[in-house]
């Protein structure tokens, strides 16, 4: 079955950067798209981005896209996003969800990733 | 970008009852909306894709219809279980869009 793993809660400064990981596994990881989406406490969803599994075509909300990286590694069919200069308001929980190839549809996702950042 | 704007954002109702909430599009987007239930402390799932259809699993108290830009989840026969926050987003255009959400309690 369908299943995406995502790595354990970080706490980082204000200015460091993380990387958060999605290991999917029970599908063929290049026929799909991988998005990322945050939630802040008690707000709704964002959208960041997604990454191509099949060749690795990014794209980015404006708002974030100066400094977030999406990523694929096929040969773990893993996705993984890093962002730089974290912010305050960057506290959140982060959602990697499995993106049809065509439409921006997320039928898959990971448990979510808590990022804090605190000084 | 395109707005979502869901409406309301909470409702209260009885086991049992039916219950609809809107979500509308600041432009058109065809049937390109998609609805999921986020329960707390949980990722969303998916309900519903493409305004209409019921994906996998769902059971089929949950449907959703289109009327232009104004888009409908229904829930007949509530049960205890659906109390969640449902959230439409967009799939038309990029950057894809979410609404505020609608909070559903269960008297």
């Known amino acids: 079955q369908v299943h995406l793993m995502q790595s354990g809660p970080e706490v980082k400064m204000p200015g460091a950067s993380v990387r958060v990981s999605c290991k999917t596994s029970?599908?063929?990881?290049?026929?799909?798209?991988i998005s990322w989406v945050r939630q802040a406490p008690g707000q709704g969803l964002e959208w960041l981005g997604w990454?191509?599994?099949?060749?690795?075509?990014?794209s980015y909300a404006q708002k974030v896209q100066d400094r977030v990286i999406l990523t694929t590694d096929t040969t773990t069919d893993t996705a993984h996003m890093e962002m730089r200069n974290l912010r305050y308001e960057d506290t959140a929980v982060y959602f990697c969800?499995?993106?049809?190839?065509?439409?921006?549809?997320?039928?898959?996702w990971g448990q979510g990733t808590q990022v804090t950042v605190s000084s | 970008d395109i707005q979502m704007t869901q409406s309301p954002s909470s409702l209260s109702a009885f086991v049992g009852d039916r219950v609809s909430f809107t979500c509308r599009a600041s432009?058109?987007?065809?049937?390109?909306l998609n609805w999921y239930q986020q329960k707390p402390g949980k990722a969303p799932k998916l309900l519903i894709f493409?305004?209409?259809t019921l994906q996998s699993g769902v059971p089929p108290r949950f449907s959703g219809r289109e009327s232009g830009t104004e888009f409908t989840l229904t829930i007949t026969n509530l049960q205890r279980d659906d109390a969640a926050t449902y959230f439409c987003?967009?799939?038309?255009?990029?950057?894809?869009?979410f609404g505020q959400g609608t909070k559903v309690e269960i008297k």
């Open positions: 969800a499995r993106r049809m190839r065509l439409e921006a549809r997320y039928d898959f």
């Open positions: 432009q058109s987007i065809s049937s390109s």
């Open positions: 990454v191509s599994g099949h060749n690795g075509f990014t």
């Open positions: 029970g599908y063929s990881f290049t026929n799909y798209g």
């Open positions: 987003q967009q799939s038309y255009s990029n950057p894809p869009t």
């Open positions: 493409g305004a209409s």
